[in-house]
């Protein structure tokens, strides 16, 4: 049975606290240890949640050039992959943008590449393989039509026991949090954090959690996209630019086979 066990947004104390362990990965495309921003919380919030143990097989969704699967190889000996065709499919370059993808799997023999997207099934990804399916900062950019294939395919290689870390980045623009709250009745009918519950709903897992409040995106304690990791890194690279930044949706889905611990939370 699978079932979501754990929704909260990231909050600036827990990335204080990532900060002061010092967790850094080896420099790749886009990461460098000085940041301040979403992902510096959420990868060291993935090993922390992960609890990640020797012989694990894990997968990063949309993990890109990201090294913290190597990481996870390196530090605990999992067994790493990564799953993610770099927009290749759809001729969008935005994806491969910091160098050739397929020079990856010989630059970084430690993780092994799959270039295809989760939500077409692939038996490239095999049924019930992985204890862990993470995902950083990726699920919000696929077309809402797709989403729920997506979580589908995840589900279907999640074995029993298994469980997925997904941190998705969610709008806090004042206008759209009030108009989900104020409009009920129009087209905007749900917030992203409500679309993202239905949508998982929907693939077949229970929800076992509270789920944060749509006003709680306004409180100051909320980690929200840095302004260097705006200017620095979002295409175009060090310019001005509009500054509407993302807060990060934590999630966690268990397949639980046993229905005593349904109820088990992993904070
Ligand atoms: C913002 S990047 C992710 C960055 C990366 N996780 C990191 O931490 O550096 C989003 C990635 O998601 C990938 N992607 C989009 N849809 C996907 C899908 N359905 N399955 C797997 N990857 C996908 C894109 O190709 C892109 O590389």
Aim: net charge negative.
């Amino acid at each position: 049975m699978l079932a979501l066990t754990h929704a909260s947004l990231a909050t600036v104390d827990q990335l204080f606290r990532y900060k002061k362990q010092q967790f850094t990965l080896e420099l790749f495309p886009g990461y460098t240890p000085d940041q301040w921003g979403v992902k510096a919380h959420n990868r060291p919030w993935i090993v922390e949640a992960g609890k990640f143990l020797v012989g694990q097989k894990i997968i990063e969704v949309g993990g890109a050039y990201s090294l913290l699967p190597k990481y996870l190889h390196d530090e605990y000996g999992c067994e790493a992959w990564i799953g993610d065709d770099f927009g290749m499919k759809e001729g969008d370059k935005l994806w491969s943008r910091w160098g050739n993808p397929h020079h990856l799997p010989k630059k970084y023999p430690q993780v092994k590449y799959i270039f295809e997207n989760f939500g077409s099934y692939s038996e490239k990804f095999p049924d019930s393989y992985f204890d862990c399916i993470f995902s950083v900062s990726t699920l919000e950019h696929i077309a809402k039509n797709k989403r729920i294939d997506v979580f589908k395919d995840m589900n279907r290689c999640l074995r029993p026991g298994g469980k997925q870390l997904h941190t998705i980045d969610v709008s806090t623009n004042l206008d759209y949090i009030l108009g989900c709250l104020n409009n009920k009745d129009t087209e905007q009918k749900l917030s992203e954090i409500e679309s993202w519950i239905d949508v998982i709903k929907e693939s077949g897992v229970s929800v076992n959690t509270s789920i944060p409040n749509t006003l709680s995106l306004l409180d100051r304690k909320i980690l929200v996209e840095s302004p260097d990791v705006v200017y620095r890194f979002y295409p175009p690279n060090n310019c001005p630019k509009a500054y509407n930044p993302n807060a990060s949706l934590l999630l966690v889905i268990e397949n639980i086979s046993d229905p005593i611990l349904e109820k088990t939370t992993l904070f």
